[in-house]
């Protein structure tokens, strides 16, 4: 099927159904700028291991090294803006009556593109929490590192590092939306990252049509009913443009 007729077949599932969600990755940034971890020639964790950045316990070694690299990042998301994708997204959300969107992603860009019902599974970089009394705060963009809460205690990105829990409550509403949708979309992950890759196969399960859009086949691939060899920034667009 071509580019055109496999996404006129993903149109026609979203026009009739009431209930979709959508589970996305880095790789839905792409067309904003922002690299990835795993693939490309820029992917986040190509140079760097993630166990000296995204830990608690690489934080707990040298929080100053974990803060540069997150305020880094800050800066490159917020000089990016949301691209095509993001923005298809966003306009599912308008026209179907539930569309729930479950990100990995921590750059905020489904927010700033127009999304509301957002889950942020991986937390997010905009604010940062208190690791001696969890008050939440923006992220403060300079001064002293680590920055600190006003109780005195060192502010953390109020991201999920590996071996943490999900942000409370997150999962169980991801796995409701993932279990409940007729259409769930999977966009710009590799699906190696559990749980988050482990809610393809609850929609599937479910009876949802799961429609797979990433340039590489991925581990997911074959729990796809259609898996589009594609950027999620031009075939989105496409899928709103034929609803
Ligand atoms: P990855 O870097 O693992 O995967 C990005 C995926 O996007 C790859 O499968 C690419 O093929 C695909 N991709 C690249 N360009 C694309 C494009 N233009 N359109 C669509 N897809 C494209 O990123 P994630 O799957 O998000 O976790 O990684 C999952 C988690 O691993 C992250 O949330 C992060 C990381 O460690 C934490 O920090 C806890």
Redesign the pocket.
């Known amino acids: 099927m071509s580019f055109q007729a496999q996404a006129r077949a993903v149109a026609d599932r979203l026009r009739t159904a009431t209930r979709a969600a959508a589970l996305?990755?880095?790789?839905?940034s792409?067309?904003s700028g922002l690299p990835?971890?795993?693939?490309?020639s820029r992917?986040?964790?190509r140079n760097r291991d993630?166990m000296t950045l995204?830990t608690p316990e690489a934080f707990a070694r040298d929080p100053a090294l974990v803060w540069e690299w997150y305020r880094e990042r800050l800066r490159a998301h917020g000089a990016a803006t949301p691209n095509p994708?993001h923005l298809a997204l966003a306009e599912l959300e308008r026209r179907i009556a539930t569309f729930t969107l479950i990100t990995?992603?921590?750059d905020g860009l489904h927010l700033r593109a127009g999304s509301r019902d957002v889950i942020e599974?991986?937390g997010d970089v905009r604010t940062s929490r208190c690791a001696s009394c969890a008050t939440r705060v923006p992220t403060p963009l300079d001064g002293e590192l680590p920055p600190r809460c006003a109780c005195g205690g060192p502010l953390r990105p109020n991201?999920?590092?590996?071996g943490e829990p999900l942000p409370p409550g997150a999962y169980e509403r991801a796995w409701e939306a993932a279990a409940g949708s007729e259409v769930f979309i999977v966009?710009?992950?590799?699906?190696?990252?559990f749980p988050?890759a482990g809610l393809v196969q609850v929609a599937r399960e479910a009876g949802a049509f799961v429609v797979e859009?990433?340039?590489?086949e991925?581990p997911a691939t074959s729990s796809c009913d259609v898996s589009m060899r594609?950027?999620?920034?031009?075939f989105l667009p496409l899928v709103v443009e034929l609803l």
């Open positions: 996305s990755g880095a790789g839905m792409v067309e990835t971890f795993r693939s490309g992917a986040l964790w993630p995204a994708g990995q992603n921590v599974l991986h991201v999920v590092w590996f966009a710009g992950t590799s699906a190696v990252v988050a859009i990433n340039p590489d991925t594609a950027a999620s920034g031009a």
